[in-house]
């Protein structure tokens, strides 16, 4: 996490760090995609995608996520980090594209 995340999603740097992601779940997510995460990391394997995250005042906040696992010297994971780029703006676009080319069709 960083301080302009931080700002974004109303949530602070230690509420984040070392914490479950599920504080930030949106109600619309199925848990099945943060198992998905944890299973491929656990494997070894990067997992990317896009996830409907929610601030402290139950906005929403969509993110472009790739988790990573670290692994110790014999090639266990021993945890993992994720980079997120936030793309709310980007999924609102679409949204609204989307909306007014039926609106016009």
Known sequence: ANP???????????ELVG???RQEQHPD????????????VMRGETWYGR????TRRKEPLWV????????DHQG???RYIIIRDE??????????????AEAYS
């Open 4 to 14: 302009a995340y931080c700002q974004r999603n109303g949530f602070s740097l230690g």
């Open 29 to 40: 997510v199925p848990v099945a995609l943060y198992d998905d995460m944890h299973h491929t």
């Open 64 to 71: 472009q996520a790739e988790a990573r696992p670290v692994m």
């Open 19 to 21: 914490s479950s992601l």
């Open 76 to 78: 266990a994971v021993v």
């Open 51 to 54: 996830i409907k995250n929610q």
């Open 87 to 100: 793309i709310t703006g980007e999924i609102n676009d679409h949204k609204e594209i989307s909306r007014l």
